[in-house]
């Protein structure tokens, strides 16, 4: 299957290669080229761009590790190796990531070179932002990671060591405030339209930049290198997001050709040749409100812009019911709305059949897809239009930080004033991804102030405040899971951080799965089985080790944790 994906999307991996290969060809070239009419090194605005795109796809979904991560944080299910937990040695997805990483940060280290020889502050400000975002992220999925040696292969350094993940974070948290610096000049060329984030709005990536430091910040707070004074001094500055316009986001367009710039859980879902993704019951059952321990009976308007089900209400799975017996021969359906998937960890009978006019979609928030209008239909690559954002960091996370924050004592202020804050923002992005979709659909409703929003986020804040301590901080990075949904790296993060929200256990003793459709084929949760440990860091790729003589011997994911997680 893994195989099948690989070269299914080899298109991107190919360009990967092709710039390698260009750079290294252009290195050689470029030291006989005296052409003084043409130039031998690339501009910083083409430089930018490509750090840009290559920063855009760090973690996301086809070839990177976001099939792995939405496994992980229980929002999206498959029958590949991720599934319990079980991801291998040799992952193609995770090694793809590893080589996008380190491929854009030799980019990265050009553009910063280069605008530093120049004195062109402003794109040093943003490429050195864009070197401590991707650092973060080795650290946060790996650990110990190269650094100091990763981009001085010109250097003659073929085998880079590992520098310690502590002194990574050290040097991120330095580097951003250096960023700042250069930023604040407002020196030399300025960025335009090849600043695909910010379009060379100089104050918004500063207030980026502060707020992506309190992200690191709050991951750090239960760790010994938590950094009170320079944390109170980031609080002081007071220079953080302060709209949904601020959001640190890559866009994702309707093009498909020379190079497809849709949303790649889009293309995962939507334009698959087999279907390899399926929405989580596990998410669908919090969101219904079905799960007795979080969120019970309050169903979240947010589910027909989360999901598009293929059939509708009552309506009985074609692909391999049996009408004559009433057996839908379904995994997990729920026959009152059509939702239609597998099971985290499923042994059941139909978990692994093809049932591709049944299942349920990711729907048009996460990933440019389609409204469920409760209409049902069957999905094809032409039912949305894939513009939907990769977010990855927005107004509405850092509100939830800060709930977060207020709540464990580190920043003053009102945890239920905040968190209520969080999820209206949450609605509103909802309603501007629609908003920028392009979709045809005519009437999607929208969701801010509507008087569904205004229920569920009342009885959440009733359930915040009935709640002790524990539960507080589990609704309010309950709430960030679910308003975060399509993009799992900082899910993935937080899961390790906090332990919420609690997910699926198919070792449980206690009921997993609480949909009843009152037929005479239940969910049987005996069914679902979990053979391997949570993976608490991924592993490093095989083939770094294998080439690298410095490389340390491989971890065990189970229990190598990341210096933050306690």
Same mark, same amino acid.
């Given at each position: 299957?893994?195989?099948?994906?690989?070269?299914?999307?080899?298109?991107?991996?190919?360009?990967?290669?092709?710039?390698?290969?260009?750079?290294?060809?252009?290195?050689?070239?470029?030291?006989?080229?005296?052409?003084?009419?043409?130039?031998?090194?690339?501009?910083?605005?083409?430089?930018?761009?490509?750090?840009?795109?290559?920063?855009?796809?760090?973690?996301?979904?086809?070839?990177?590790?976001?099939?792995?991560?939405?496994?992980?944080?229980? =929002? /999206?299910?498959?029958?590949? #190796?991720? +599934? *319990?937990? %079980?991801?291998?040695?040799?992952?193609?997805?995770?090694?793809?990531?590893?080589?996008?990483?380190?491929?854009?940060?030799?980019?990265?280290?050009?553009?910063?070179?280069?605008?530093?020889?120049?004195?062109?502050?402003?794109?040093?400000?943003?490429?050195?932002?864009?070197?401590?975002?991707?650092?973060?992220?080795?650290?946060?999925?790996?650990?110990?990671?190269?650094?100091?040696?990763?981009?001085?292969?010109?250097?003659?350094?073929?085998?880079?060591?590992?520098?310690?993940?502590?002194?990574?974070?050290?040097?991120?948290?330095?580097?951003?405030?250096?960023?700042?610096?250069?930023?604040?000049?407002?020196?030399?060329?300025?960025?335009?339209?090849?600043?695909?984030?910010?379009?060379?709005?100089?104050?918004?990536?500063?207030?980026?930049?502060?707020?992506?430091?309190?992200?690191?910040?709050? =991951? /750090?707070?239960?760790?010994? #290198?938590? +950094? *009170?004074? %320079?944390?109170?001094?980031?609080?002081?500055?007071?220079?953080?997001?302060?709209?949904?316009?601020?959001?640190?986001?890559?866009?994702?367009?309707?093009?498909?050709?020379?190079?497809?710039?849709?949303?790649?859980?889009?293309?995962?879902?939507?334009?698959?040749?087999?279907?390899?993704?399926?929405?989580?019951?596990?998410?669908?059952?919090?969101?219904?409100?079905?799960?007795?321990?979080?969120?019970?009976?309050?169903?979240?308007?947010?589910?027909?812009?989360?999901?598009?089900?293929?059939?509708?209400?009552?309506?009985?799975?074609?692909?391999?019911?049996?009408?004559?017996?009433?057996?839908?021969?379904?995994?997990?359906?729920?026959?009152?709305?059509?939702?239609?998937?597998?099971?985290?960890?499923?042994?059941?009978?139909?978990?692994?059949?093809?049932?591709?006019?049944?299942?349920?979609?990711?729907?048009?928030?996460?990933?440019?897809?389609?409204?469920?209008? %409760?209409?049902?239909?069957?999905?094809?690559?032409?039912?949305?239009?894939?513009?939907?954002?990769?977010?990855?960091?927005?107004?509405?996370?850092?509100?939830?930080?800060?709930?977060?924050?207020?709540?464990?004592?580190?920043?003053?202020?009102?945890?239920?004033?905040?968190?209520?804050?969080?999820?209206?923002?949450?609605?509103?992005?909802?309603?501007?991804?629609?908003?920028?979709?392009?979709?045809?659909?005519?009437?999607?409703?929208?969701?801010?102030?509507?008087?569904?929003?205004?229920?569920?986020?009342?009885?959440?804040?009733?359930?915040?405040?009935?709640?002790?301590?524990?539960?507080?901080?589990?609704?309010?990075?309950?709430?960030?899971?679910?308003?975060?949904?399509?993009?799992?790296?900082?899910?993935?993060?937080?899961?390790?951080?906090?332990?919420?929200?609690?997910?699926?256990?198919?070792?449980?003793?206690?009921?997993?799965?609480?949909?009843?459709? %009152?037929?005479?084929?239940?969910?049987?949760?005996?069914?679902?089985?979990?053979?391997?440990?949570?993976?608490?860091?991924?592993?490093?790729?095989?083939?770094?080790?294998?080439?690298?003589?410095?490389?340390?011997?491989?971890?065990?994911?189970?229990?190598?944790?990341?210096?933050?997680?306690?």
């Amino acid at each position: 299957m893994k195989l099948i994906k690989t070269l299914k999307h080899n298109n991107t991996i190919f360009g990967l290669l092709l710039s390698s290969i260009l750079l290294v060809s252009c290195n050689g070239y470029l030291d006989v080229d005296t052409d003084t009419d043409n130039p031998t090194i690339a501009p910083l605005n083409y430089l930018l761009t490509s750090t840009q795109v290559s920063l855009g796809k760090t973690t996301g979904f086809q070839d990177y590790s976001g099939d792995v991560l939405q496994v992980y944080t229980h =929002q /999206m299910t498959v029958k590949e #190796e991720q +599934d *319990q937990y %079980g991801t291998k040695v040799n992952n193609v997805t995770v090694q793809n990531d590893w080589d996008n990483l380190y491929l854009t940060l030799t980019d990265i280290q050009s553009l910063i070179q280069q605008s530093s020889e120049s004195g062109d502050l402003i794109y040093l400000g943003i490429a050195q932002l864009e070197k401590a975002y991707l650092m973060s992220v080795a650290v946060d999925l790996w650990g110990d990671v190269p650094y100091t040696d990763a981009t001085l292969l010109k250097g003659g350094i073929v085998a880079p060591k590992f520098d310690n993940q502590i002194d990574i974070y050290k040097s991120v948290l330095t580097l951003i405030e250096t960023a700042k610096t250069n930023l604040k000049t407002n020196t030399g060329l300025e960025p335009g339209a090849d600043d695909l984030f910010y379009g060379g709005d100089t104050d918004k990536w500063i207030r980026f930049a502060n707020t992506f430091k309190l992200k690191l910040y709050n =991951q /750090m707070r239960l760790s010994s #290198e938590f +950094d *009170q004074t %320079g944390f109170n001094a980031l609080i002081a500055e007071n220079n953080f997001f302060t709209s949904i316009d601020d959001d640190f986001q890559f866009q994702h367009t309707a093009n498909s050709s020379p190079s497809d710039e849709r949303n790649p859980l889009f293309l995962e879902s939507y334009n698959s040749s087999q279907f390899t993704t399926y929405m989580s019951p596990w998410f669908y059952e919090i969101m219904m409100g079905m799960n007795p321990n979080i969120h019970n009976g309050n169903k979240d308007p947010r589910i027909n812009y989360y999901f598009f089900n293929q059939l509708k209400a009552g309506q009985f799975p074609p692909d391999l019911g049996d009408t004559a017996t009433g057996n839908p021969k379904a995994d997990y359906w729920d026959a009152s709305t059509g939702f239609f998937s597998i099971r985290f960890g499923s042994q059941g009978p139909w978990s692994s059949f093809s049932t591709e006019n049944s299942n349920t979609y990711p729907g048009i928030f996460p990933c440019g897809g389609r409204y469920d209008d %409760g209409e049902g239909a069957v999905i094809d690559v032409k039912s949305g239009t894939g513009i939907a954002p990769h977010r990855i960091l927005t107004y509405d996370e850092f509100l939830y930080i800060q709930a977060e924050l207020i709540q464990a004592g580190k920043l003053t202020g009102n945890a239920a004033t905040k968190l209520q804050q969080a999820i209206t923002a949450s609605f509103a992005k909802v309603d501007q991804v629609v908003e920028n979709s392009k979709t045809t659909q005519t009437d999607i409703p929208v969701l801010s102030g509507s008087s569904k929003a205004t229920t569920f986020i009342n009885k959440i804040m009733t359930e915040f405040t009935n709640g002790d301590n524990t539960k507080k901080l589990e609704i309010i990075m309950t709430q960030k899971w679910v308003a975060t949904f399509g993009d799992p790296m900082d899910q993935y993060t937080d899961y390790r951080r906090t332990g919420f929200p609690i997910l699926a256990n198919p070792n449980s003793t206690s009921k997993e799965y609480q949909l009843d459709n %009152g037929d005479d084929f239940p969910i049987d949760d005996s069914e679902t089985v979990l053979k391997n440990p949570y993976q608490l860091s991924l592993y490093w790729p095989l083939s770094e080790l294998n080439l690298n003589k410095n490389a340390p011997a491989q971890k065990n994911p189970a229990t190598y944790k990341i210096f933050w997680d306690n």
